[in-house]
């Protein structure tokens, strides 16, 4: 059964980096078959895509946020992570790893349950 | 980038009652590289269909995708109590992956 699980720090302060990681069960990270993926939800609002990650570290991003984001992949411990740079208080959301179809580039089939980070001092 | 906007912000039906959710896309979609998701409260959200018309494993067949270009729709026949919930559209494909602000189906 495939299980993505985020884990990181729920408070982070405005300038400072979020860093997240998605634990990734039941299935090899490594396998060419898939893309992994990082969406947010702020609170109330709609679903944002940040950014993609392929096994070989092959990455793409939200123009939007590529100024400030970086994915990265570690297949030895199954795991992918996000970290967003310069945050503020619009960067507030559910952030939410995923798992992406490489022969269905985008969607998103398996989700972890997502994490809330906040942005505060 | 395609925006895509999602119509009615919310519909009120009862259950046993056909929902039509509407996403209207800013520009063609190529391919027809259009999702449906449902989300409920506190839970991430559920892919439905992928392709317009193609259902995801496992989802009952009561949901159904059309559509092509720029106007695609997700019909619920028969509503569940289940089915109560929100629902977002994707973009996605060769450019920049874009969801709709989603559609709430509540219980009337």
């Known amino acids: 059964q495939m299980q993505l699980q985020e884990s990181g720090p729920g408070l982070v302060k405005p300038s400072e980096t979020l860093s997240l990681t998605c634990t990734v069960s039941?299935?090899?990270?490594?396998?060419?078959?898939?893309?992994w993926g990082w969406i947010r939800q702020p609170p109330g609002k709609g679903l944002e895509w940040i950014g993609s990650?392929?096994?070989?570290?092959?990455?793409y991003y939200n123009p939007s946020l590529e100024s400030r984001v970086t994915i990265s992949v570690d297949t030895s411990k199954n795991q992918f992570s996000l970290k967003l740079r310069s945050v503020t208080a619009a960067d507030m959301a559910v952030y939410y790893c995923?798992?992406?179809?490489?022969?269905?580039?985008?969607?998103?089939?398996?989700w972890g349950q997502g994490t809330l980070v906040t942005v505060s001092s | 980038e395609i925006v895509l906007t999602q119509s009615p912000g919310t519909l009120s039906l009862s259950p046993g009652e056909r929902a039509t959710l509407s996403c209207r896309a800013s520009?063609?979609?190529?391919?027809?590289?259009l999702a449906w998701y449902q989300q409920k409260p506190g839970q991430a959200p559920r892919l439905l269909i992928y392709?317009?018309?193609s259902r995801a494993t496992g989802i009952p067949d009561r949901f159904s995708g059309s559509g092509s270009g720029t106007d695609f729709t997700l019909t619920i026949s028969r509503l569940e109590p289940e089915d109560f919930a929100v629902y977002h559209c994707?973009?996605?494909?060769?450019?920049?992956?874009?969801f709709g602000q989603g559609t709430k189906v509540e219980i009337k």
């Open positions: 039941g299935g090899s990270i490594s396998s060419s078959s898939y893309y």
């Open positions: 994707q973009h996605y494909g060769r450019s920049l992956w874009t």
């Open positions: 520009q063609s979609v190529d391919s027809n590289y």
């Open positions: 995923a798992r992406q179809p490489f022969s269905i580039t985008g969607i998103n089939d398996y």
């Open positions: 392709g317009a018309s």
């Open positions: 990650i392929y096994y070989s570290g092959d990455t």
